[in-house]
């Protein structure tokens, strides 16, 4: 059993800037990839951003530099430093990780998504 727990989320004004934070925790051997993806009211989730566990990143043009991933792998933990926000960024966030379990296991967990707008 693995858990994704985001915080961080909130209301934000233009130009703000927020951090979100997604900790895994359960039967974890391994964590490998993690990733940030948001779904903005009437569209399709979008992958926001994706880091590997050998720090390798990418991010979607939409929040290239705006946007950063990190994670700190002592605490199965990742973050997405928000900068320079807009309105369009207005969207639930999702993290998610590709786990492999104490039962050797691999699989994709989503967290519960976390509310983020930008306005004024």
């Known amino acids: 059993q693995v858990q994704l727990v985001e915080s961080g989320g909130g209301l934000v004004q233009p130009g703000g800037s927020l951090r979100l934070s997604c900790a895994a925790s359960?039967?974890?051997?391994?964590?490998?990839?993690m990733a940030w993806s948001r779904q903005r009211p009437a569209k399709q989730r979008e992958l926001v951003a994706t880091?590997?566990?050998?720090?390798?990143?990418n991010y979607a043009d939409s929040v290239k530099g705006r946007f950063t991933i990190t994670r700190d792998n002592a605490k199965n933990t990742v973050y997405l430093q928000m900068n320079s926000l807009k309105p369009e960024d207005t969207a639930v966030y999702y993290c998610?990780?590709?786990?492999?379990?104490?039962?050797?296991?691999?699989?994709?967990?989503w967290g519960q998504g976390i509310q983020v707008t930008v306005s004024s």
């Open positions: 359960g039967s974890i051997f391994e964590v490998h990839t």
């Open positions: 998610n990780a590709d786990v492999t379990t104490l039962a050797r296991i691999q699989n994709t967990h």
């Open positions: 880091i590997t566990s050998g720090d390798n990143r």
